[in-house]
């Protein structure tokens, strides 16, 4: 009874829609974005290290300033203005929808223009390009 009620389980929790299934994310973002990114930066937004596995890329997570103690400190790789900073990769920008205003404000005061590229529940995704050449 025990290895049925195992497997009866096994099989329910891979067809429940989880909320943080990374599956369902990278899929989302394989069907809203044109090319799949080498690097998905996570804007002062909790990083879903999963991606890094569906997605065959890269995971970094940036705040918005150098405030301490900051929430995301811990796993935070640097800042977004010194993420810009670096070379220019195929980085698809993840940012909480809540904070899309402020994410485009910060964008534009460092001279970059975010083009939206698609949501997935209260995730919004987005590429760059400089405003200026």
Same mark, same amino acid.
């Given at each position: 009874?025990?290895?049925a009620a195992l497997i009866v389980l096994k099989v329910v929790a891979a067809r429940v829609d989880w909320k943080k299934d990374d599956r369902a994310l990278a899929r989302a973002v394989k069907e809203q974005v044109a090319e799949t990114p080498a690097e998905v930066v996570f804007a002062e937004t909790s990083p879903r290290f999963g991606l890094g596995f569906y997605l !065959? /890329? !890269? *995971?970094? *997570? *940036?705040t918005f300033s150098d405030e301490e103690p900051h929430p995301l400190a811990r796993v935070a790789t640097g800042t977004l203005a010194r993420e810009l900073a670096g070379p /220019?990769? !195929?980085r698809l920008f993840v940012v909480k929808q809540a904070l899309r205003e402020d994410f485009e404000r910060k964008l534009g005061d460092l001279g970059y223009v975010p083009q939206h590229r698609g949501r997935w529940r209260d995730l919004d995704f987005y590429t760059i390009t400089p405003s200026r050449p």
């Open positions: 009874m025990w290895i !065959d /890329a !890269d *995971v970094e *997570v *940036v /220019a990769e !195929d």
